[in-house]
């Protein structure tokens, strides 16, 4: 088994290995004395591993019930969680209980953030079964849902005690929804491992999963200890997104995956850096061949103009401008702030 441990103000471990998920609940009793557990899932995840689960929390004597809900992204919202709500409550939930976010990353984040605000808050445990939520939403505590107006906008920081990650998850995951972690996993290469994105070029992704899962989490690990609630540093796992949110708003957040919309936002923003003298000449054409290989997009139909414009409004904004993260090379990056009046000249050329 790989451990990563996080030091945040709770601190908690992150558990990698095959099969976890049926022994679920003998690690989960190591870190919650809660006499209930409420298993959180979607109608996708929960036919395939709840049972798994469940069983393995009542061999650990917790009392269990499962809340399933429609999966799909717009379920991602306010009202998902006042049903949550009721059913803690239809349950007898208390402030020592816990709840267990099995599925990708629309559960976990709804999942921690019903966690973060019911009775203000309980303890609750990260099951991702997507590759993006193993690589990247269930580490890091940032829980929330969507507004009508924009994703993400209501939410809590609050870390989950435990995260349990079984790669054998991934086997029944679509190429599609592999893909989308895939863009989360290319952008770590960007941002911090040369190593890593090396790899990705030479080898199969899907024949070096578990070195890959370990070596993101390590990164987003690092980055998150050292800036918890994102004031600073944390904005580097912001590369490739500013664009890639976006992508993903012009195309009515159904043509493209978020992974796929951020890979190709990272590919755009380095053109342009690339072209500007900032970025090492020929990075650009690595992330291409990259996406190429992957079976990713590497082009769009909308206008840079378009893009820019959907740029506002960009929860990243500060009162000052756009933080955009800019690469010198792979494996190396850093923020750089424009001001709204500048970003369109910024981008003209
Ligand atoms: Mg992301």
């Known amino acids: 088994m790989k451990i990563v441990d996080v030091n945040t103000g709770r601190p908690y471990p992150i558990y990698i290995e095959h099969g976890i998920i049926g022994s679920a609940g003998k690690y989960i009793r190591e870190r919650s004395d809660a006499v209930r557990a409420v298993i959180v899932s979607d109608s996708n995840v929960a036919p395939i591993y709840a049972d798994r689960v469940e069983n ?15 999966a ?3 379920r991602k919202r306010l009202c998902t969680i006042e049903k949550m709500y009721s059913f803690f409550y239809e349950h007898d939930i208390t402030r020592t209980d816990v709840l267990i976010a099995l599925g990708g990353g629309v559960t976990g984040d709804m999942t921690g953030f019903a966690a973060a605000s019911y009775l203000r808050g309980i303890d609750f445990v990260q099951i991702p079964t997507s590759l993006l939520s193993q690589v990247d939403s269930s580490v890091g505590g940032k829980t929330g ?5 924009g994703k993400n906008l209501v939410g809590a920081f609050w870390q989950p005690i435990l995260v349990l990650i079984d790669p054998d998850t991934l086997d029944t995951l679509p190429q599609k929804f592999f893909n989308d972690g895939m863009g989360e996993v290319i952008k770590y290469g960007c941002i911090k491992s040369p190593s890593l994105f090396k790899r990705l070029e030479n080898e199969n992704a899907r024949d070096i999963i578990d070195d890959i899962i370990y070596e993101c989490v390590t990164i987003k690990r690092d980055i998150v200890v050292n800036d918890e609630r994102d004031t600073g540093e944390r904005a580097i796992l912001n ?8 992508l993903e708003k012009l195309s009515g957040y ?20 690339e072209n500007k003298g900032i970025t090492e000449i020929g990075t650009c054409d690595r992330i291409f061949n990259l996406l190429k290989k992957y079976d990713m997009p590497f082009k769009t139909e909308y206008s840079f103009e378009d893009i820019i414009k959907a740029t506002r409004g960009d929860k990243k904004s500060t009162g000052k401008g756009l933080n955009f ?9 850093f923020i750089n702030l424009i001001p709204f009046e500048k970003i369109e000249a910024f981008f003209e050329t």
């Open 56 to 70: 393995s929390l009542k061999e650990n004597g917790f009392e269990t019930s499962v809340f399933v809900f429609e």
């Open 72 to 74: 799909g992204e717009e």
């Open 145 to 149: 849902v969507d507004l009508p107006v």
């Open 239 to 246: 590369f490739g997104h500013t664009f890639g949110h976006a």
């Open 254 to 273: 159904s043509g493209m995956t978020h992974g796929e919309a951020v890979a190709l936002g990272a590919l755009m923003i380095t053109g342009v850096t």
């Open 325 to 333: 993260i800019f690469l010198r090379e792979i494996g190396t990056c």
